[in-house]
């Protein structure tokens, strides 16, 4: 059983910055698309950004230009850069993989609180 761990939250000032991380237990990490997702107070579980096995990357309109996701394949660990933090960044993120058999693997989440 493959199991993502995040870590890195925590409380931060609006404009401040956090760096999230995601560990994988997985050997095979590289095959893996990989996404950061959040579900904030009260509202549904939205995507943020993804990376691709081969390292292209995507990113929710509301974050581009604010949030970078990368992945060290190395490590077995995919990160998610956040900067000029808004109160409404405010929520859980959560990790996701997906295996080259489209078997979906989620983190338990780690949670970002955006206020003065």
């Known amino acids: 059983q493959v199991q993502l761990v995040e870590s890195g939250g925590g409380l931060v000032q609006p404009g401040g910055s956090l760096r999230l991380s995601c560990a994988a237990s997985e050997s095979r990490f590289s095959l893996y698309a990989m996404g950061w997702y959040r579900q904030a107070p009260g509202k549904q579980r939205e995507l943020v950004a993804t990376?691709?096995?081969?390292?292209?990357?995507s990113l929710a309109d509301s974050v581009k230009g604010r949030l970078t996701i990368s992945r060290d394949n190395a490590e077995n660990t995919v990160y998610l850069q956040m900067n000029s933090l808004k109160p409404e960044d405010t929520a859980v993120y959560y990790c996701?993989?997906?295996?080259?058999?489209?078997?979906?693997?989620w983190g338990k989440g780690t949670l970002v609180t955006v206020s003065s």
């Open positions: 996701k993989g997906v295996d080259p058999n489209g078997i979906e693997y």
């Open positions: 990376i691709a096995s081969g390292g292209s990357t």
